[in-house]
């Protein structure tokens, strides 16, 4: 599973770990977070991720 | 105006803004500056600038030095208005400069002012020499922008450290032992409370990446240039960004007949009951900024709101607006309030603390006047609950 940067803020979400505190559970894959999903430090969508280079 | 003097090299250049009162919403009783800082070397370098409508101001300051025009660098830490709206006028003044910012600020800048003007991006550790000087950019992002960006000059053990470490504080004074270190303090307390607090991961982050700094001054962006207490604001900050809390509690409330702040006392006597510290704030009396400056670091907070019209009255949910933007971490609540019918108000504002993540207590909900049974009973739950 790839991590996806915040093109924002540069907060990498990783889904080995998930967001265990947003009720994001360890493993779950970007593509199935849900489109309410935010950067949990910026706020911003989805949309404004990229795949890790 | 004078420039002021930091070191040989080295002057602030910036502007007093004596008449602030309000930045977007947060009440600033004491008025704010805006630093810029002007280094003199082989290349002169200006760092930050000012709001618009103060460059006349630093424009003055930095004529008492250098002809403006021979600025080669302005580093810009933070695309903010407060220290980049000078740009667009600097750029005519001193139209060889470069400008350098973080990525982010290199994009911010062009979308902001539609510039297609060069902006020099730098990245963690990339360096500016000028002559005996050279200078070190550290991005710091949400701290508190994306473009965040702090500038280190070893050769002065200077940190120009732009909004971090900053208080909303107009004086002539430019250092900290020159005025009441309290003072300085409580500024910078509820200046990390309503613009630096939700970024608190990202201070840790900071904090650590500056550590291995020798800092002996740290030029902020806005108040007071900390030189002496340098140890006494960087532990505020660790302590600030813990999201660690005292025993103390909140009350805060609206009233329409004198029935929610009855409430309320009963509820800060429970509290006090508990060996609990704990303040009375009423929403007519208390500004918001004041109100989360005294949430920083207390564990409990009770929002208490009448019904009015089926929703909570508009000073709660503009504070509750507030708070959860500026988002303090791991706190209890409780929801409470007085109503003739209906009565949703108790639920809403339950309902938005709980989204924030608090612990909740069961909320009070009273209908018209809470007489001493409906009072002692909720004085005698809270003393369980808390
Ligand atoms: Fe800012
Ligand atoms: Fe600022
Ligand atoms: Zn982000």
Known sequence: MKKYVCSVCGYVYDPEKGIPEEGIAPGTAFEDLPDSFVCPVCGVGKEDFEPEA | MKPVKITDNIYWVGAVDWNLRNFHGYLTQRGSTYNAYLVIDDKITLIDTVKEGFTGEMLERIAGVIDPSKIDYIISNHSEMDHSGSLPEMLMRAPGAEIIASANGEKNLKEHFKWDCKVRAVKAGDTLNTGKYTFTFVPEPM????????????????????????????????????????????EARKYYANIVLP???????????????????????????????????????????????????LIVYDTMWHSTEKMAETIAAAFSEQGYNYRILSLQQNHISDIMTELLEAEYICVGSPTLNNNMLPTVAAFLTYMRGLAPKGRKAMAFGSYGWGGQSVKQVHEILES?????????????????EALKKIRESLIKAI
């Not at chain 2, 007071?224 to 660690?244: F, V």
Request: include cysteine; aromatic fraction near 10%.
């Open chain 2, 143 to 186: 701290v508190h922008w994306p473009d965040s960006m702090v500038t280190y000059l070893e050769a002065e053990k200077i940190l120009f450290s732009n909004d971090a470490f900053g208080q909303h504080l107009a004086t002539s004074e430019r250092f900290d032992d020159e005025y009441s270190p309290d003072i300085i303090m409580e």
């Open chain 2, 356 to 372: 924030c993540g608090y612990q909740m207590l069961e909320s009070a909900g009273i209908k018209f006047r809470p007489d001493d």
């Open chain 2, 199 to 249: 970024y608190s991961p990202q201070v840790q982050k900071a904090l650590n990446d500056l550590s291995g700094l020798k800092i002996e001054t740290i030029a902020t962006s806005h108040g007071i240039i900390w030189r002496r207490n340098i140890s006494r604001i960087i532990e505020a900050y660790k302590q600030w960004s813990s999201n660690e809390v005292q025993k103390k509690a």
